[in-house]
């Protein structure tokens, strides 16, 4: 009989077992264990069936369907770590079982871990091949393959298998992710619903399923059945915030406040007694859209109805969260530390002491923010919350393998958490890999329902990638499920405005003008006056215009991108028509006069853009007149001059940044590598995340024959650009990857840069070099002789080209 067999039967199974070897006060106690907790497990009592399972085990360790229960207890309620643990322990003990094998590939696919899912999938295939679950991981492996090589036709046929396998098998989690993502996938969401109500007909208690159906009701305008079905789902998961947040997110986005409290309220008192969740949310709900004292109100009622139960002590914890956030600092420390004191070894000491972890982090000391986070993870290394703290600072820290593990560990116990996903996303593009963060934005706004933050990320991720066109239908699909979201409102027209897609954007402006706020206003201005005079309805947008000239600093920046969108769709004359109008009716706007010498740069009237810039150094206490006349000046060869205005600058704004990367670019120019090194290194210190600072300094650091640490170093400090389409980023990348030997990788970033750079000799130099590493002679050459002729004879370019070529022949 196979393991899973024995399933079936445990109490009785093991009664008999124990019995016959004689162990017969331990065999009833250990029958007892099971039984109680069979019997609390058919009851949805989950905890107590886990403790009474864990209590047989200490009686028998090795007793294989005890654990399987306690893992399949530990799926079910998605904590993924614990659960592959206990299948990882099954599977080494029972390798020739395929159940185990089959649960740990189901963990891998739900985590996304490809590797592990591919290891799987062979094992259960060595098992039983033709068995269903070795089917099902195999075609989840290879669809998997199939989407990153874009092989259509390949997904489309494993998709078709799964939706086969699936008649005999309607709820096969497996199967159902791979027909179900292809389906979302496709030009038909909708085909999905099938899918989606076959396996909520076997299993209804499934809400990732659940979500997944209410967002496609929400794309066919189904709002009412959504909502209804959102509200049965919150109920049913009362320990699930993002639920409850999806459903307020909808009223919300209508400008219905009153009856997201609501909404928030039923939700909150139908819960029991003891659970906090739910409150919470309405404690951060009206925190964020009420007011402080609101929620506070809220948390001192709450406070006082938990009495001295351990839900009292999170509220009031919640209490001094929200007073250090309105400036009573040390009041909020010594009240968590005092409540600290008081929760002893409970649960809710761990969740109290990640939030003064964070407060100390916040007031500057790391140390003892980081000795409170030890002290959670030394009794629990899974707390999500410690771990997600611990991996906010890796990040910062420029540590994002340390990161990965933590948020994976915290994922493990979390699988729907779309801000740790969002985090992940952030360290893996700190690594380098972008690939990995796009799945992971992906996988938040799916998680999410689309929620607004996480599309809007994506969103913005794909338009950096050039993937207007993908961005587009994500914000599409984003709007029809919250039609009300300012945010995705204003990116989506100003998609389809650049495109030239007049009824779209109307549309979209349309439900932006139901919003009554002056954040919206102000969203639509812009928008309507650039839809207007797309229309040639240049009268029209007299209206628009006057208003956002006439308004906040929020509308003059507004009217700044107005024109900037005109001049970017090829609309100069009607950019230069609008700014001097404009310029007439406020003459000594600076923000309009900026604007005016910009345009004209465009223009080619450099000397108009130059008398503007010198006219407001007298009058404008900020850097940019000093930036933008310096690179005036510098273009048109006038370099003492430019250095000379740079020192000034320098001494009127020395803290200013844009200023300090002038000046280090400047001192690299002159000769002081080490002077323009020092200086990027304290820019890089000062914000790590700054692309241009962290090129310049990789670039000087690689410069000349650094040491195989220095090397290291620049790769590191570069890691987070890996994936730009920036050429001089990846002109430093791929030098850098040339240096340290792969001369593979660096291949294609030199090529990308020579491409973007066509006229930069010492780019076309590297790439010849690269060429040449590689074997492509032929190409090499050709690459040495565009140096030739892009530099005097006597450069020292043109010396090492020449020379090389030479050392090539023919």
Known sequence: MTISGTLRGTAAALA????????????????????????YAAQGDYPRALIQYRNALKIDPDHAATRAAIGHILLDQGALGEARQEFTLLAERFPNDLEFRSKLGEIALVRADWPALERQADAASLIDGDALDSRALSIASRYHDATRERAATLQARLADEATELLVDAPAHPVLLRVAIDHRTRSDDPMSAVPLLDAALDADPHWPELQILRIRLLSDANQTDAAEARLFELARLYPDDPQIAGLLVARHMSRGKLDEAEDVLRALADGAPRGQVQMRMVLVQFLNRTRGPD???????????????????????????????????????????????????EQPEARRIRVMLARMHDRLGDRARARAELN???????????????????????????????????????????SELMTLLAAAHAQEGQRGLAMEQLAAAAQTSGHAARETERYATALMTEGRNTVAQRVLEVAFEAAPGDLGIQAMLADIYLDKGDWADANRVISH????????ARAAIAPLEAALLLGQGRGAEADGALSTMLQGDLGRQQAFGRLIAGLVRRGDADLARQQLDAALGRHPGDRALRILDADLRLT???????????????????????????????????????????????????????????????????????AGAIALLETLHAEDTRDPLAANNLAALL??????????????????????TSNPAMSDTIGWIAYLRGDVNGALPLMQRAARGLPRDPQVQLRLARVLEATGAIDEAREAYDAVLTL????????????????????
């Open 791 to 810: 530099t005097a004879e006597d450069h020292p370019l043109a010396q090492d080209a020449r020379a090389r070529r030479a050392a090539l022949g023919g």
């Open 375 to 417: 002290a959670v993870l030394s009794v629990d290394p899974g707390d999500a919350d410690a771990l997600k703290l611990r991996a906010l600072w890796a990040i910062d820290e420029e540590a994002p393998k340390t990161a990965i593990v933590d948020l994976r560990t915290a994922l493990a116990q979390r699988p729907r958490d």
């Open 16 to 39: 008999v077992a124990l019995i016959l070897s004689g162990c017969k006060s331990e065999g009833d106690r250990m029958v007892k264990y099971v039984s109680s907790g069979e019997s």
């Open 702 to 723: 690689s410069a000349g024959t650094p040491t195989p640490e220095v090397l290291e170093r620049a790769a590191r400090i570069t890691a987070h650009l890996r994936g």
């Open 294 to 344: 609101r929620a506070l109100a809220e948390l001192d009622r709450l406070v006082k109805d938990a009495g001295d139960g351990p839900a009292g002590l999170v509220y009031s914890a919640m209490d001094y969260s929200i007073r250090f956030d309105q400036g009573d600092r040390d009041t909020a420390v010594d009240g968590l530390t005092a409540l600290l004191a008081k929760a002893g």
């Open 512 to 519: 932006m003008r139901r919003i009554d706020s002056d954040a």
């Open 603 to 673: 223009e080619n009237d450099v000397s108009g853009a130059e008398a503007i810039y010198r006219d407001m150094l007298e009058t404008d206490d900020t850097d940019e007149a000093y930036t933008k006349l310096f690179a005036v000046l510098r273009s048109q060869g006038k370099l003492d001059e430019a250095d000379t205005l740079l020192a000034e600058a320098l001494a009127r704004h020395p803290a200013s940044r844009a200023l300090r990367l002038i000046e280090s670019n400047r001192l690299d120019v002159v000769g002081d590598t």
